[in-house]
């Protein structure tokens, strides 16, 4: 019994510095033309830069849509890097990831 405990402290131990490791990673997304988006591996936008020639009322659903785009592969490119970290540690390597 207290072998499982120690192994779940040791996991639990590890998964916070993964948790960590994530929030250090910094993700640029730079795919829609105008705009940046910066997001760290644990998926918390850090910033949005928007070139101000974009900011027009005719380019509103333009820049919705290219946000749109850059936050969903912010996220995509996140979760990636989250899984490159996970295959790196012992105990923490689940299937499918």
């Keep these: 019994m207290f072998d499982k405990v120690k ?7 590890k998964a916070d510095h993964l ?10 997304i730079n795919e829609a033309r105008g705009i940046k988006l910066t997001m760290n591996g644990a ?3 850090q ?3 928007i070139d101000e020639g974009l900011l027009t009322a ?10 749109l785009k850059s936050f969903n592969n912010g996220v ?10 996970m295959r790196n540690i012992p105990g923490l390597n689940l299937p499918g990831m």
């Design 19 to 28: 948790k960590k490791e994530l929030e250090a990673t910094i993700i640029e």
């Design 43 to 45: 998926q918390i936008v």
């Design 76 to 85: 995509k490119k996140s979760q990636q890097a989250a899984a490159h970290k």
């Design 58 to 67: 005719a380019n509103k659903n333009r820049i919705q849509m290219d946000l």
């Design 47 to 49: 910033k949005i830069d």
């Design 7 to 13: 192994e779940m402290l040791e996991l639990k131990k």
